[in-house]
């Protein structure tokens, strides 16, 4: 069993930079894959980024090379840091564990953050 607990977001003006945490309860080592998942205002949660065991990044096209995903496997921790932002960038994000696969798709992942809420400014 994995219990995940975020924290970091809020609100930055664009072009600003937050970063993102995420922490594991119990060991990570079941899960395989870390990812990020985001839920703007009236749109479906969508796919942000994930890490695999091995440090394998994956990112969607709205967010790649702005934002960067990382974790600490010894401290069952994972990061997003995001630079850059945009507008469009506000949404509630969800950190979640996956635990044998990696996968882009939310319903692939077995375990979920409480979400944590990034706003940012024009």
């Known amino acids: 069993q994995v219990t995940l607990v975020q924290s970091g977001g809020g609100l930055v003006q664009a072009g600003g930079s937050l970063t993102l945490s995420c922490a594991a309860s119990?060991?990570?080592?079941?899960?395989?894959?870390m990812g990020w998942f985001r839920q703007g205002p009236g749109n479906q949660r969508e796919f942000v980024a994930y890490?695999?065991?091995?440090?394998?990044?994956e990112y969607s096209d709205s967010v790649r090379g702005r934002f960067t995903i990382s974790r600490d496997n010894t401290k069952s921790r994972v990061w997003l840091q995001m630079n850059d932002l945009k507008p469009e960038d506000t949404a509630v994000y969800y950190c979640?564990?996956?635990?044998?696969?990696?996968?882009?798709?939310?319903?692939?992942?077995?375990?979920w953050g409480q979400g944590t809420q990034v706003t940012v400014s024009s």
């Open positions: 979640a564990a996956n635990r044998e696969g990696y996968s882009d798709r939310d319903q692939d992942y077995d375990y």
């Open positions: 119990g060991s990570i080592v079941d899960a395989n894959c």
């Open positions: 890490i695999t065991w091995g440090g394998h990044a």
